[in-house]
């Protein structure tokens, strides 16, 4: 695996176009990142964008700052290096997949438009670096270098985009959002959660809002679509509903926007956890007083599905995934969704309304129901990596 890197200029041109904005940070700051994030431990960067945006936002972010190597004060190692060009994005897992593989090697593709993102090996590394070093542009000595020998080449059909100009700019801005996901999205996180959070996601780096701000907003939110349920009538339990959404799409932008900032941290998991738990906790809470005001009985029910909420979030945090390897781990996965608890909501709007005497059951299994995810998924978890345990001491 290759630890080390170098962006470079592959033309006189890219000192400018590496300082255009993608989502509100210069481009070669984000090639930087996608560097880090792709595995390389350390990443020279050449001593011209001193005093630049791009430094700026170095010194911004502890973790980039401490993988960054100034090429006007530190060398980079005589050995095989990954050679990004300052303004060419593409996804870290193609520059992962680069540098897992032994020098020469190319990203396909990358080479094109005289970009070409390549592992060089030690002798062409101490050979450029120099060049590297002041900021001089090596994008022909490099294609030269291609053609002189045999290049492995990786990454077929990653998208690559070289940021030339505003237009082209907004193209590697596109990719970047596209790619805001996460792997545990469902199909209603993806047809409405993200597509609602990605403007308030490009609102929040454009106006300097911190993911743990978006946090403490979601929470917020989360607190005001629970007071609507709590209050009971069929507008506000309705009007709840669509604040949850709310609340649901800033807790979505809180992740989008650490991740586009690497601000990621142990404080802020921490916290989107605390909000999360909160928010339906005390939702949980609020559907049963609501039920006791309206049929007499579902506030203590309404607390003991509060607690199953709470457990649930504790199991999830000591055993992230079940793995949901066979249909029990499966199903497990499904009712810890979010699209779960809309279910729940969407049965107390429609119990509330036709048959209100109704809502205390519904209450009981609601109760019931979040102690028997937590406690399922237990024994499940558990059951599974003594099986895990049980197969690795088998001899071999």
């Known amino acids: 695996m290759i630890r080390q890197a ?33 595995g390389a431990r350390s990443v020279g960067v050449p001593a011209v964008f001193r005093g630049t ?12 700052r401490t993988a960054t190597v100034w090429l006007d004060r530190d060398r980079l190692a005589d050995t095989a290096t990954a050679l990004v060009p300052v303004s060419s994005l593409t996804p870290p897992a193609a520059l992962a997949a680069l ?16 970009a070409a993102i390549v592992v060089a090996d030690a002798r062409l590394t101490t050979a450029l670096a120099p060049a590297l070093s002041a900021g001089t542009p090596v994008g022909h000595e490099i294609g030269h270098a291609l053609k002189s020998r045999e290049s492995t080449v990786v990454a077929r059909g990653a998208w690559h985009v070289h940021v030339r100009d505003a237009s082209t700019a907004r193209r590697a801005e596109d990719h970047l959002f596209a790619a805001l996901g996460s792997a545990i999205d469902t199909p209603l996180d993806r047809a409405l959660h993200r597509r609602l959070s990605r403007p308030v996601t490009r609102t929040a780096i454009a106006l300097g809002i911190t993911p743990n701000q978006l946090s403490v907003g979601s929470l917020l939110v989360g607190l005001a679509a629970a007071w609507c349920f709590w209050v009971g009538t069929a507008v506000a339990a309705v009007a709840g509903l669509f604040v949850y959404v709310a609340a649901v799409v800033l807790d979505h932008a809180d992740g989008e926007v650490a991740r586009l900032t690497f601000a990621e941290s142990r404080v802020g998991e921490w ?12 939702m ?51 009712l810890g969704a979010r ?13 509330r309304a036709l048959a209100p005497g109704a809502l205390p059951a ?23 990596r003594a099986g895990r345990r049980k197969t690795a001491r088998r001899p071999k």
């Open 6 to 38: 170098a962006l470079y200029l592959p033309t006189a041109d890219d000192l400018h176009t590496a300082l255009l904005p993608v989502a509100g940070q210069p481009v070669a700051f984000r090639v930087l990142v996608y560097a880090v994030r792709a």
């Open 53 to 64: 945006a791009v430094e700026a936002a170095i010194e911004a972010s502890a973790r980039i």
């Open 99 to 114: 540098l897992a593989a032994p020098p020469p090697a190319m990203l396909a593709d990358a080479a094109e438009d005289g």
């Open 271 to 282: 916290l989107d956890i605390l909000v999360d738990t909160l928010v339906h906790a005390t």
């Open 284 to 334: 949980v809470v609020a559907i049963g007083v609501a039920a006791e005001r309206m049929a007499g009985g579902g506030t203590l029910l309404g607390v003991v599905g509060a607690l199953g909420v709470v457990a649930s979030a504790a199991v999830a945090k000591v055993w992230p995934a079940t793995g949901g390897v066979d249909s029990v781990g499966a199903a497990l996965e499904r």
């Open 339 to 351: 699209d779960g608890f809309y279910a729940m909501l969407l049965l107390f709007i429609a119990t």
């Open 362 to 384: 519904l209450m009981i299994v609601v109760a019931l129901g979040s102690q028997a995810y937590w406690l399922t998924r237990a024994a499940y978890t558990l059951r599974a």
